[in-house]
């Protein structure tokens, strides 16, 4: 079956289907990915964690808009502090 076929028949399926697709997908996605990658092992447990960890604790979590200016401040006073930086 090609990608386009496979497409077309998710499609069809009622929003409910395609619900319970999306589930099994994703509870399956370390099965139908090749997991030969070049993530090294501890920083995919890493990753996992902080997945977890806010799944768990959504309320932890911030907006975009309001965590970029704060990481960008940190990245600028680090490059201020390298005398290799230009």
């Given at each position: 079956m090609s990608?386009?076929?496979l497409e077309q028949s998710v499609l069809r399926l009622s929003p409910e289907d395609r619900r319970r697709f999306l589930d099994w997908l994703f509870e399956h996605e370390d099965e139908l990915i090749d997991s030969s990658d070049d993530i090294h092992p501890e920083v995919k447990a890493d990753i996992l964690r902080r997945r977890e960890e806010a799944l768990t604790h959504p309320e932890k979590?911030?907006?975009?808009?309001?965590?970029?200016p704060r990481m960008k401040k940190r990245f600028e006073d680090l490059r201020g502090k390298n005398p290799y930086t230009r």
């Open positions: 990608v386009e076929q979590l911030q907006a975009w808009e309001t965590a970029f």
